[in-house]
């Protein structure tokens, strides 16, 4: 038996122990935005592709600088038969050479091509700067989301708070009513109404233990933390932020939107692409350079054989066919208007939208917190009747929940006000600032 009594007291303290493992880990808003830009895949994925424009830019304008080829040979040569068809030459027999070396050196610098390194140049360099562009408004996707599961998880875990803070309440009122059945005071009826708001109340309390998970496990993955982590949302640093610079138009949004600039360099670049599918229509020029050095064996032998001039090029088919080349750069460039057009359209709704969201939050918020108040006193009224018998258990269970319906309610209007804020921040073009300048 005192075995067993060690068995058993041994189990609970090592379930003790496992509990204060999970340790929950406090994290601000702040330092998982932050987080996720260092850690994430889509942010690391979009730095990539920055570097490889970056990269390719830097090729481009390789082609403005000079190409210098150095070449080689050495080669053994069989008994070679010559005659110099010379009247001077002499009647003895010459003699043959076993082998011969040849060396070049060749110098082009391009001069004019139709303007099609430059214009080439400027496309790369457009290019690589929507690229850019298109990795920031990455880093406000991954924020947005962030801040999606952060204010997810603050809701869920207040939720747990309030409907765990009620159980205790539920709990005790089972406890009185069972008193007062077992003393006929009042009817079983009213015993099993209390114990099914317990029940009720549970399932209610397993519902948020589950989200509380997901969101945890979903948030920990995005951050890469690991999923054992379980985090805390901070209440006091969570609702530390000022709101009362929320944009009001779409004038904002229209100038600092990142995915807009980033056609907008789009389109520049496919302007320098017309361009550079003109170049076909001009000649090319270039000017040229060499030196040679030649040995064949026992029989000639030049050095410092040195040229330069100049070299012009001009493919007069491709004035036809270069046509076809203009056309679809142009429809390109065309594709890429439209597309700028569209997408300014679409952030004046998304703003529109995002700012009429902001503005219900914060009614809702007002009428909550009267709600609240009103539910609150209602509670108290309705209690005070029933202690003194004259109000039965269903007005009291429905006060009750009304009462924590609107605690709860109360709670989760605050954390929508935030989260409306910043996803109005987010269609706006400012998300990244408000991390960046640390106003939280």
Do not use: C
Request: charged content about 25%; aromatic content about 8%.
């Amino acid at each position: 038996m005192k075995i067993s009594q060690l068995m058993l007291f041994g189990v609970f303290f090592i379930g003790i122990s496992s509990i204060e493992a999970q340790e929950k880990t406090s994290l601000t808003l702040d330092e998982a935005v932050k987080l996720a830009w260092e850690k994430s895949n889509e942010v690391t994925l979009a730095n990539t592709k920055v570097n490889t424009k970056k990269y390719e830019l830097q090729s481009v304008k390789n082609n403005q600088y000079p190409d210098l080829k150095v070449s080689g040979q050495y080669q053994r040569l069989g008994k070679a038969s010559i005659d110099l068809h010379n009247d001077q030459a002499s009647s003895e027999p010459m003699a043959s050479p076993d082998r011969a070396m040849l060396g070049m050196a060749n110098l082009s610098l391009p001069i004019f091509s139709g303007f099609k390194i430059q214009s080439s140049i400027d496309t790369y360099e457009s290019l690589y700067e929507a690229e850019t562009a298109n990795a920031a408004k990455t880093k406000e996707d991954v924020a947005l989301r962030v801040i999606t599961y952060y204010t997810a998880l603050y809701k869920a875990q207040k939720t747990l708070d309030l409907l765990n803070e009620n159980q205790k309440q539920a709990k005790q009122r089972v406890t009185d009513f069972t008193e007062l059945e077992k003393n006929g005071i009042i009817p079983r009826n009213d015993l099993l109404k209390a114990q099914l708001m317990v029940s009720k109340t549970q399932l209610s309390i397993d519902e948020a233990n589950n989200n509380i998970n997901n969101i945890n496990f979903y948030l920990t993955t995005l951050l890469k933390l690991d999923p054992s982590v379980k985090l805390q949302v901070n209440e006091q640093d969570f609702f530390n932020l000022k709101t009362s610079n929320a944009p009001t138009s779409d004038a904002l949004a229209l100038e600092n939107r990142k995915d807009l600039e980033a056609v907008r360099l789009q389109s520049k670049a496919s302007e320098a692409n017309i361009r550079v599918a003109k170049a076909g229509y001009y000649p090319t020029l270039a000017l040229l350079g060499g030196y040679t050095a030649f040995d064949l064996k026992d029989f000639i032998t030049v050095k410092y054989a040195m040229n330069f001039g100049v070299g012009l090029s001009y493919d007069l088919s491709g004035i036809l066919k270069n046509n076809s080349h203009v056309k679809e750069a142009e429809s390109k460039a065309m594709e890429v208007k439209n597309s700028e057009a569209l997408l300014s359209d679409r952030i004046k709704v998304e703003v529109q939208k995002s700012i009429e969201d902001y503005d219900l939050a914060i009614n809702q918020s007002v009428v909550y917190d009267e709600a609240l108040q009103q539910a609150s006193e209602n509670y108290r009224l309705v209690k005070d009747k029933f202690d003194n018998g004259l109000s039965d258990t269903n007005d009291l269970v429905e006060a009750d929940v009304e009462h924590l319906s609107a605690k709860i309610n109360t709670a989760l209007s605050k954390a929508t006000i935030i989260q409306k804020y910043y996803e109005l921040l987010s269609v706006s073009g400012q998300l990244s600032q408000s991390f960046n300048l640390s106003k939280i």
